[in-house]
């Protein structure tokens, strides 16, 4: 394998001593090399368009196997209703813990299970390839930033009753029209949210020092490291617990989210920088990768579902859109969606507490006006569950749903060349494929 | 494993340790906007994503990235050299050049 260039701050020649203040000296001497597969796989980041059709592909079969779908905010908001309920709050009554069965506590649902195994497969993905420090946020203004935009995105995506997963990444396989108008409105509200955190009050002033500092270049080691044995340790014995408490399907689950997790980490899957970047940069590999995603899921989920599987279908409603819109504003305030903060959390980007703190408040306050403040009758259940395979039939189903994709990826696509349009390259410069 | 390959002065560093998306990759396009052609640009940062999309983003915008992005644990150093101009600002962007 060959070893890329690597460097460090040099501590001659002399004239390099007023480098940047808290840099670490040379790379510790403990580094492996990469001569194990296993090892070779946490040594750098995975390509998204493998990663997010791995990742589709195993949401179709999550589906095949649980009848449900790879999502989590639904699970978030049950979180919320058992604080309220250790607050001595009856919930019972409210109309949406009764549409997301609050029952029990997250150790008794499967779907506490599963986001169980996603923080547990990013963590043990964060240390495996030495990404995890506890980072503080550089300003203490972004952790407003993050309980607003994590407040925004809870409150929304419950509206449309999913997130980027179930309204998104794994609700469009299902042919459900509520998440083609969640998407649309997502790309709205990030449009709209990129050009806010482009403000001064957004950006702040970066450290910024003029002094030359002298680097040399050195052979470049492994980055991967032992430490990701301590997650898989952790995972293996609450799998064997629950196994042997009877409870197969929740150490199935919370394996199958572990695998999600890793690939969230290792793809560095971001929904949020598909939609903004979109808008800010013109960069536009996560989107693609995206949208290749759930073309592959699309395909085995309508096997699925003809072979008679039941497809988890939405009202195609003004909350749908609407929430969307707050989803897309939420997440670009914020700085990652909901499974984008997860694996960030266990990187150990403390910002992100307060993006989950927001995004459990805001799920919960959705609960509770539901019905207190009649949003299920004004924006959601008023309106059509509508299944493109009822209304279509399969293939026309799958015409919609494949024309719908491919509109987004040639919007993608124009996008770019706009942006580019922008910018003056020298001849010499190679336009590198992103790695 | 060759141990010393080059010496490279860069002629301004930036700190975005502790930034999170988009920031890291808006503070650098706008670092080198504000430098001379040929200047080079040190970056240090500590969010995994900008490990990926400050090179792309950097080599898209007509700069050259200087050997490879040096991982030193969780902290990333990238040496750009700008070689790139943006033209005008994009109609989306505010006005990146402050």
Redesign the interface.
Same mark, same amino acid.
């Given at each position: 394998m060959t070893?890329?260039?690597?460097?460090?701050?040099?501590r001659e &020649?002399k004239a390099a001593s007023a480098?940047?203040p808290a840099?670490?000296a040379d790379?510790?001497p403990q580094e492996h090399p990469v001569t194990h597969p296993i090892h070779a796989l946490f040594a750098r980041?995975w390509r998204p368009t493998p990663t997010l059709v791995a990742a589709g592909l195993l949401a179709a079969l999550y589906y095949g196997f649980t009848g449900g779908l790879w999502a989590v905010t639904g699970e978030f908001t049950r979180w919320g209703g058992n604080l309220l309920q250790l607050c001595g709050v009856d919930v019972g009554s409210w109309a949406y813990f009764k549409a997301v069965a609050l029952k029990g506590h997250p150790w008794d649902r499967p779907d506490g299970w599963m986001i169980a195994g996603m923080f547990l497969g990013a963590m043990t993905s964060a240390l495996a390839s030495? !990404?995890?420090?506890f980072?503080?946020?550089?300003?203490h203004r972004?952790w407003v930033q993050g309980l607003i935009g994590g407040l925004l995105a809870g409150f929304g995506s419950r509206l449309a009753m999913g997130c980027n997963l179930a309204s998104f990444f794994t609700g469009l396989p299902q042919f459900s029209l509520h998440s083609w108008l969640f998407i649309v409105g997502t790309a709205f509200g990030a449009?709209i949210a990129?050009?806010l955190?482009? /403000?001064a009050w957004f950006?702040?002033a970066?450290?910024?020092? !003029?002094?030359?500092?002298?680097?040399?270049?050195?052979?470049?080691t492994s980055?991967a490291s032992f430490a990701g044995l301590f997650g898989v340790a952790v995972l293996l014995a609450l799998a064997m617990l629950n196994l042997y408490l009877g409870h197969a399907k929740f150490a199935g689950v919370m394996v199958a989210g572990a695998a999600f997790g890793v690939l969230l980490q290792r793809g560095?899957i971001?929904f949020?920088?598909a939609l903004?970047?979109l808008?800010?940069? +013109?960069?536009t590999?996560m989107a693609k990768a995206i949208i290749l995603g759930m073309a592959a899921q699309t395909v085995i989920t309508a096997i699925l579902i003809a072979r008679g599987m039941t497809p988890i279908i939405h009202w195609a409603s003004p909350g749908a859109l609407f929430g969307g819109v707050m989803f897309g504003l939420g997440i670009v305030i914020a700085?990652?969606c909901e499974t984008g903060w997860m694996y960030?959390l266990m990187?150990?980007?403390t910002?992100f507490v307060a993006v989950a703190l927001g995004n459990v408040i805001g799920a919960t306050v959705l609960a509770y006006g539901w019905d207190h403040w009649g949003l299920a009758q004004t924006l959601a259940v008023a309106w059509p569950e509508i299944d493109l395979v009822k209304t279509l039939g399969m293939t026309g189903a799958l015409a919609a749903t494949f024309a719908f994709l491919a509109a987004c990826y040639a919007f993608v696509v124009f996008r770019e060349a706009r942006?580019?349009q922008?910018?003056?390259?020298?001849a010499v410069?190679?336009? /590198?494929s992103? @790695? | 494993? /060759?141990?010393?390959?080059?010496?490279?002065? @860069?002629?301004?560093?930036?700190?975005?340790? +502790?930034?999170?998306? &988009?920031?890291p990759?808006?503070?650098t396009?706008e670092?080198l906007d504000r430098m001379q052609t040929g200047q080079v640009l040190?970056v240090?940062a500590?969010? &995994? &994503?900008a490990?990926?999309?400050i090179p792309?983003?950097v080599?898209?915008?007509?700069?050259?990235v200087i050997?490879?992005p040096?991982?030193?644990?969780?902290?990333i150093?990238i040496?750009i050299e700008k /070689?790139? !101009?943006?033209?005008?600002?994009?109609p989306?962007?505010?006005n @990146?050049k402050g």
């Open positions: 070893a890329p260039a690597r460097a460090s701050v040099a &020649p480098s940047l840099l670490a790379p510790s980041h030495r !990404e995890f420090k980072r503080a946020p550089a300003r972004r449009w990129s050009r955190v482009m /403000t950006r702040g970066p450290k910024l020092s !003029e002094t030359p500092v002298y680097v040399v270049a050195q052979a470049a980055r560095q971001c949020t920088s903004r970047d808008w800010l940069t +013109g960069r590999t700085g990652g960030r990187e150990g980007q910002h942006y580019l922008t910018v003056r390259r020298p410069t190679p336009l /590198t992103e @790695a | 494993m /060759t141990m010393i390959e080059e010496t490279v002065r @860069a002629d301004a560093s930036i700190d975005l340790r +502790g930034e999170v998306c &988009p920031h990759v808006m503070l396009l670092q040190l240090v500590d969010c &995994p &994503p490990l990926r999309s792309f983003e080599v898209r915008h007509g700069h050259r050997g490879e040096i991982c030193d644990g969780p902290d150093r040496l /070689t790139g !101009e943006r033209v005008a600002d994009f989306c962007c505010c @990146a």
